[in-house]
């Protein structure tokens, strides 16, 4: 049913989304640390935390692509709010390092809690990041069954 023209894109949209958002925590974390050079360390040393974050946007976008290309439209409010709470994990990680901005930004509250709590803030976006890409998975399999019974329907009429 999928052409190799389809599984090729829908690779690079996984790919592509992973990219992206590894740029995105890099910029996050690099603007929460104040240095170019501190994100990789941390991306290093929390590597558990982060490659599941990673590859599960990138899941998310090939299946994105792949219900796309099923039914050319669909599947993007759950890749969206996926990502979201994946970036908002890394800039909770690293707000603490956003002291200096933190009495202007009126934050002190927020930037404690998410110091003292982020590991479980991590597990929390591993977790939604698994269950978005366990709904696309199912609604790929569902439609993709809905259009094979809608051609074997059509080729007997």
């Known amino acids: 049913m999928v052409e190799t023209t389809s599984v090729r894109s829908i690779i690079v949209w996984g790919l592509s989304g992973m990219l992206l958002i590894s740029l995105v925590f890099y910029f996050i974390?690099?603007?929460g640390m104040q240095d170019w050079y501190a994100p990789i360390e941390f991306t290093t040393d929390q590597w558990y935390f982060v490659?599941?974050?990673v590859l599960g946007f990138g899941a998310q976008a090939g299946l994105f692509r792949a219900i796309h290309l099923l039914t050319r439209h669909?599947?993007?409010?759950?890749?969206v709010g996926s990502g979201s709470v994946s970036g908002g994990?890394?800039?909770?990680c690293c707000m603490h390092n956003l002291v200096t901005l933190i009495p202007v930004?009126?934050?002190s509250g927020l930037?404690?809690?998410f110091a003292?709590?982020?590991t479980q803030v991590f597990l929390l976006s591993i977790v939604v990041s698994?269950?978005?890409v366990g709904y696309m998975a199912q609604k790929y399999y569902s439609l993709k069954r809905a259009c094979e019974a809608q051609q074997s329907t059509s080729s007997y009429a």
């Open 29 to 31: 974390q690099a603007l």
């Open 51 to 53: 490659t599941p974050l």
């Open 74 to 79: 669909g599947g993007g409010g759950v890749l």
């Open 89 to 92: 994990t890394m800039l909770a």
């Open 105 to 107: 930004l009126g934050i």
């Open 111 to 113: 930037a404690a809690f």
């Open 116 to 118: 003292a709590y982020q």
């Open 130 to 132: 698994a269950l978005g």
